[in-house]
C-alpha cells in the first residue's frame, strides 16, 4: 500500500483548523473529500501540526495511504483540481516510506507570526495579519525573546484547555525582526503547547509598547501562571512555515 506525503498550502481564514469538526469546515475534512473524488477511496490524512482556526501554513505537511499506486504528480494534480474553490493547494507530492508519519517522524516545526504595525489598518491583508497600530520596538522584543529559548515549563503561555501531558518544551529559536511595516517573528522546535506561540507574541507586544521591561517575558515565564501572560495574539497572523524530517 503506496504511502504519499503532501506540502500544503492554506488560507486558515474560512476553516475551523486543521483537524475534522462535525458540522464546521475543516483543511482535513476538504482534503479528504478531494482524496475520496479522485481516488474513490475513503482515507484519513494525519498533518505534522494541528493548526487551530484562521491560522495559516505555507509548508504543512500531511501522508495518507492508499490502495492503488498512483503518480505523485497525478496525484497532486487531481487534488489542486478537487480543493477548488478552497483555499488550499497541494505544493507537492512524494512517495515515502510506509515507517514516515507526518506528525511523529518531524524533528522540528517552524511557525511565523506577522504582525503589522502601521498606523492605517491593512486593506489587503486584514485576515492574513495582527494590525497593531501603536509603534513597537523589535529590538527590544527580539532581546527579550532570547531569555526564554531553552527547555523550560510553558505553563504561563499554554492554553487553559491544552491536553498536552507536561508543560516542558523546548524552544530552539524565537527571532523577532523588523521587515519595513510588518515586524516579524520566527520560531522553531520540535512541538509546542496549544497556543503556545500566540501567547508569547502577545506578552512580546507588551515588550514592544513598553509596557512591560524587557525581563518581564521571562518573570512571566518564571511565575509559571497563566494569568502571567499578555493578551494572547490572535490566529489571524500565525503562519506554519514548514516542517523538518
Not at 475543516?26 to 482515507?43: M, Y
Not at 490524512?45 to 487551530?52: C, I, L, V, Y
Not at 527580539?142 to 510553558?154: E, I, K, M, R
Amino acid at each position: 500500500m503506496p504511502r504519499y506525503n503532501l506540502k500544503i498550502e492554506y488560507d486558515g481564514t474560512p476553516f475551523v483548523g486543521w483537524q475534522w469538526q462535525d458540522g464546521q469546515l475543516s483543511v482535513q475534512e476538504v482534503l479528504e473529500t478531494a482524496i475520496k473524488a479522485f481516488s474513490g477511496e475513503t482515507i484519513r490524512t494525519q498533518a505534522a501540526g494541528r493548526t487551530d482556526a484562521g491560522v495559516h501554513a505555507l509548508g504543512q505537511v500531511a501522508h495518507f495511504d492508499l490502495e492503488k499506486d498512483w503518480d505523485p504528480f497525478r496525484v497532486s494534480e487531481a487534488l489542486n483540481y478537487h480543493l477548488r474553490p478552497h483555499p488550499v493547494a497541494i505544493l507537492s507530492c512524494e512517495k515515502v516510506g510506509a515507517d514516515f508519519e507526518a506528525r511523529f517522524s518531524a524533528r522540528f516545526r517552524h511557525y511565523e507570526y506577522r504582525i503589522l504595525n502601521r498606523r492605517a489598518r491593512p486593506a489587503l491583508d486584514e485576515k492574513r495579519v495582527w494590525h497593531v497600530p501603536v509603534p513597537l520596538d523589535a529590538n527590544a522584543m527580539h532581546a527579550a525573546a532570547q531569555t526564554v529559548l531553552g527547555q523550560h515549563d510553558f505553563t504561563t503561555f499554554r492554553a487553559a484547555e491544552c491536553q498536552a501531558k507536561s508543560p516542558i518544551r523546548t524552544l530552539d529559536r524565537l527571532d523577532v525582526s523588523r521587515e519595513g511595516e510588518m515586524v516579524v517573528l520566527r520560531v522553531s522546535a520540535l512541538s509546542f503547547l496549544h497556543h503556545q506561540v500566540r501567547s508569547l507574541t502577545g506578552s512580546l507586544k507588551l515588550v514592544g509598547e513598553g509596557k512591560w521591561p524587557m525581563e518581564g517575558l521571562r518573570e512571566a515565564l518564571d511565575a509559571r501562571d497563566r494569568a502571567r501572560c499578555g493578551a494572547m495574539a490572535p490566529a489571524s497572523g500565525l503562519y506554519l512555515v514548514g516542517v523538518d524530517y
